[in-house]
């Protein structure tokens, strides 16, 4: 019978020593022989075993599960099997998401405006074509909106990304600062609603104090705004337009 030593093992199947001593210890991989000297030796059987495990160890498989699987009583062939299969739904997933990764890279290569599937992905139920719709119906005629639609046409999907992040920083602004018990005239609220003024500004259209102090009144009076940010803490609806009015009073002139 050909028998190995821990570091002949080693070097046939690129383990390292202290790797073959922990399956030892734990029970996952034992050798099976011992020399006359008292060497502890590995048996063919033994290197069968162990590529199962550096097979299923590849498959990010955690070694408890390992040990129940070789504990089955399935032959080597059965494990192949078992394994090729894993290999080949893995194969499946990384070729899916090469794919995904390819069609992602193309478009921001080519810095395409993003789709109204990926507004949808990114904004979930604050996407709405219905909004989309009414705000033209509604400020269609204005300089706002055709700044906006001139700036929004040309916005990649990463753009959006790094907006939204925006917007989410600044409502847990006006969140953290309600909850603190500060008042919308305070320091705090009145940073928030000129980080979400500026924010606007950058990125939509021009927007003055007075224009805000007119927005800020929407987000209560119109149920859907209100809503949102009523999601995000009771009560946050009136103290975004408190803030925002007590904000655009300290920049109104003498």
Same mark, same amino acid.
């Given at each position: ?61 955690? #070694? ?6 070789? &504990?089955?009583? +399935?032959? /080597? @062939? =059965?494990?192949?099997? *078992? %394994? ?93 600062? #309600? ?6 005239? &305070?320091?705090? +609220?009145? /940073? @928030? =609603?000129?980080?979400? *003024? %500026? ?56």
């Amino acid at each position: 019978m050909t028998t190995f030593t821990v570091g002949q093992v080693a070097e046939l199947l690129g383990v390292t020593v202290r790797t073959l001593h922990h399956y030892d210890e734990i029970g996952l991989l034992c050798p099976s022989e011992r020399s006359a000297a008292g060497y502890r030796l590995y048996t063919e059987g033994d290197l069968t075993r162990l590529q199962q495990v550096v097979v299923y160890r590849r498959l990010e498989m955690p #070694l408890d599960e390992i040990a129940a699987l070789l &504990g089955d009583g +399935a032959d /080597a @062939a =059965a494990h192949l099997r *078992r %394994q090729r299969t894993a290999v080949m739904t893995r194969l499946g997933e990384l070729n899916e998401l090469v794919t995904a990764i390819d069609r992602a890279l193309e478009r921001e290569m080519s810095e395409k405006p993003a789709t109204r599937e990926q507004m949808r992905e990114l904004f979930g139920d604050g996407f709405k074509d219905e909004y989309q719709h009414e705000a033209k119906q509604r400020w269609g005629d204005t300089e706002a909106w055709k700044q906006s639609q001139a700036r929004t046409n040309r916005y990649t999907k990463a753009d959006w990304e790094q907006i939204k992040a925006q917007q989410d920083a600044v409502n847990a602004q006006f969140v953290a600062a #309600l909850r603190s018990g500060e008042p919308a005239t &305070g320091e705090a +609220a009145m /940073a @928030a =609603a000129e980080r979400a *003024r %500026q924010q606007i500004h950058d990125h939509f259209y021009d927007l003055d104090h007075d224009f805000h102090r007119k927005l800020g009144d929407m987000y209560v009076a119109d149920p859907r705004f209100a809503k949102t940010y009523d999601d995000l803490e009771a009560g946050l609806a009136q103290y975004v337009r408190d803030a925002i009015h007590a904000n655009a009073d300290r920049h109104a002139g003498p």
